[in-house]
């Protein structure tokens, strides 16, 4: 590890990239169904980076050696059967951000950094290639991609928890009484679920519109329609355009966004048992953010019995700058009765609730591995207030406190 260093490429390194663009463009005549040819689409978008750095199409991501190695390797897995083909496909997402021509390398750590490092299209000004069949060494080489599936299926029949001293411990292995079930589907639809079936709902809600999560899934979508994992009906449309996000100081978008998330909500409550939990994480820096995360609870008739931080962020690299909060807000819920707009407020009651629970939370983390910020402080003092409004000091709203959406719009004051 100390040896690496950067070389300068030779003619020799130049010849056989020219060699792998000659079999690439030999490789698109002969083969040309293993090269997806997707255009980016240029409407509808959120993040207009990649249109921006000028790519048009998904493939234009990949240099011919990549391209021409993924190629191959798709012709390659088509070959196998179930359930070995979709094992080797689920390896194949995986390899393909750290084959991309948005990898780059992270010199104090001495790896390669894949695409998604951070959730977002970066331009990488230098980008790395390493050989995909690497063993053993090497981030997210094809043969290592596999060997995380492995660990996976080793876990799974033989599971271990973690040791509050520290290291592992065996446990038994716990079967359910029915076989798993995986669906990909919009949680705006649960019909597959019965009524009051479920004992809790662990999620993660969208961020209103801090990512785009579901673009960035558009770089995965051809190659997964290539290898077979994504149906070619659930194409760009049900992906992209179904998906919930919002546009700050965009009152349409918001009133979508709020409207779809109470739609997913009501359909958690509908499945939920009568003493059943709603657990999840939030953070923004818009107050309008947490309006409408609390209006779309509001709505399915969720009450809110506990809020606390959690760590969001690793709060170094990539991720880390002035400003930056790295603790999320975890919400939990219980069913409880629907609330309007106008029963969404906070009383005095309320705010000296939140702020005995910021400053205890506050003491509490001083010494924590990662800093609890400003910005951490009033991200969990806004949890406290739509908390409050939902219920968490008492089911019963306070008609003399401020409006919710007014006290969130002051708490940074």
């Not at 894949?114 to 331009?123: V, Y």
């Not at 009568?274 to 509001?298: C, E, K, M, N, Q």
Request: glycine share 6%; proline share 5%; with cysteine.
């Amino acid at each position: 590890m100390t040896r690496r260093r950067f070389v300068r490429a030779r003619d020799a390194d130049k010849e056989r990239y020219e060699e792998a663009t000659l079999l690439c463009t030999d490789r698109r005549r002969s083969h040309p169904h293993f090269f997806p040819l997707d255009p980016i689409a240029d409407g509808d978008r959120f993040d207009s980076r990649l249109l921006d750095y000028g790519y048009r199409r998904w493939t234009d991501l990949f240099n011919d050696r990549q391209i021409f190695h993924l190629s191959l390797l798709a012709e390659g897995i088509a070959e196998f059967d179930e359930p070995v083909r979709r094992a080797l496909a689920v390896a194949f997402s995986d390899h393909l951000t750290t084959n991309c021509m948005m990898t780059a390398y992270a010199a104090s750590w001495r790896r390669l950094t894949p695409l998604f490092s951070i959730r977002a299209f970066r331009h990488v000004p230098r980008p790395v290639e390493l050989n995909p069949w690497c063993d053993g060494t090497g981030r997210g080489t094809y043969p290592n991609t596999v060997r995380k599936l492995m660990r996976a299926s080793d876990f799974a029949r033989a599971p271990k928890e973690p040791v509050k001293k520290g290291g592992f411990k065996s446990v038994p292995l716990r079967r359910s009484a029915s076989a798993p079930n995986i669906v990909c589907a919009t949680a705006q639809d649960l019909a597959f679920v019965a009524d009051g079936a479920v004992d809790m709902v662990l999620t993660d809600p969208p961020y209103f519109d801090n990512i785009a999560y579901s673009e960035l899934a558009e770089f995965f979508l051809p190659w997964m329609q290539l290898v077979g994992l994504v149906s070619e009906n659930d194409g760009r449309e049900r992906i992209v355009l179904g998906s919930l996000i919002a546009r700050r100081n965009d009152a349409e978008a918001t009133t979508r966004f709020t409207a779809g998330l109470s739609d997913a909500f009501a359909e958690v409550a509908r499945v939920l048992k009568a003493d059943g939990l709603l657990v999840f994480s939030f953070r923004h820096a818009v107050p309008d953010a947490w309006y409408a995360l609390t209006i779309a609870l509001a709505r399915a008739a969720f009450r809110a019995t506990h809020i606390l931080p959690a760590p969001g962020e690793a709060g170094v690299g990539l991720h880390a700058h002035e400003g930056t909060g790295l603790w999320d807000a975890v919400f939990v819920l219980r069913k409880g009765r629907a609330r309007n707009d106008a029963d969404l407020r906070v009383g005095p009651t309320g705010e000296a609730h939140v702020e005995t629970l910021v400053a205890g939370w506050t003491r509490k983390l001083k010494r924590a591995r990662l800093p609890f910020t400003d910005t951490d402080r009033l991200a969990l003092r806004r949890a406290g207030l739509a908390a409050v409004a939902l219920g968490l000091v008492g089911d019963v709203p306070d008609h003399d406190g401020s409006l919710l959406q007014d006290a969130l719009n002051a708490s940074a004051r």
